[in-house]
Antibody
Framework: EVQLVESGGGLVQPGGSLRLSCAASGFTFSSYWMAWVRQAPGKGLVWVSRINGDGSSTSYADFVKGRFTISRDNAKNTLYLQMNSLRAEDTAVYYC?????????????WGQGTMVTVSS | QSVLTQPPSASGTPGQRVTISCSGSSSNIGSNTANWYQQLPGTAPKLLIYRNNERPSGVPDRFSGSKSGTSASLAISRLQSEDEADYYCAAWDDSLNGLVFGGGTKLTVL
């Protein structure tokens, strides 16, 4: 079964850091672009970042550039999101997502999400 | 404010056909394909339509997508109560070099 399981969310103070993980199983992880998408409470979906299969190419939404870093460990089938200089507006459920075969952005598999709360 | 514009709400009665629009620009829908997601309360999004009008395996043919110029549409025919959910469009934006989502449309089945 194809599965994504996020972890690492929690409560952090403004200015703090957190690293999210997404454990993948059931597919050839290294063959797929992967992405992070977030959703603030009661709000819509917002794309955060993506990374290609070997980790050599990354893209970020403007509001996280310079603060967040996406990476992957293909040996561990795990996707990461290092989040630094966190702000209250980063409070959201963070989902990792896998695209359909042959696409980069049509996400057919999503994790259950991990909640990040930035508050003092 | 979202780069892709969707109506905040839509409604219909069981059996009816409803359409949800998604308006973009030349840098996103105008030059790339659109995808649609359904999100039920408290759950992760589910891919409904990809590449403008293709349905993943398992998605009922009641759901269909189309694209014209810089806009895309999702149509749901033979509306059912379980279709009550939030619907989002998405497309890659070449100018922003990022994926953009619509603000979402809350569909109510009356």
């Amino acid at each position: 079964e194809v599965q994504l399981v996020e972890s690492g969310g929690g409560l952090v103070q403004p200015g703090g850091s957190l690293r999210l993980s997404c454990a993948a199983s059931g597919f050839t992880f290294s063959s797929y672009w992967m992405a992070w998408v977030r959703q603030a409470p009661g709000k819509g979906l917002v794309w955060v970042s993506r990374i290609n299969g070997d980790g050599s190419s990354t893209s970020y939404a403007d509001f996280v550039k310079g603060r967040f870093t996406i990476s992957r460990d293909n040996a561990k089938n795990t996707l990461y999101l290092q989040m630094n200089s966190l702000r209250a507006e980063d409070t959201a459920v963070y989902y990792c997502a896998k695209p359909m075969t042959g696409t980069r952005n049509a996400f057919d598999v999503w994790g259950q999400g991990t909640m990040v709360t930035v508050s003092s | 404010q979202s780069v892709l514009t969707q109506p905040p709400s839509a409604s219909g009665t069981p059996g009816q056909r409803v359409t949800i629009s998604c308006s973009g620009s030349s840098s996103n829908i105008g030059s790339n394909t659109a995808n649609w997601y359904q999100q039920l309360p408290g759950t992760a999004p589910k891919l409904l339509i990809y590449r403008n009008n293709e349905r993943p395996s398992g998605v009922p043919d009641r759901f269909s997508g189309s694209k014209s110029g810089t806009s895309a549409s999702l149509a749901i025919s033979r509306l059912q109560s379980e279709d009550e959910a939030d619907y989002y469009c998405a497309a890659w934006d070449d100018s922003l070099n990022g994926l953009v989502f619509g603000g979402g449309t809350k569909l109510t089945v009356l």
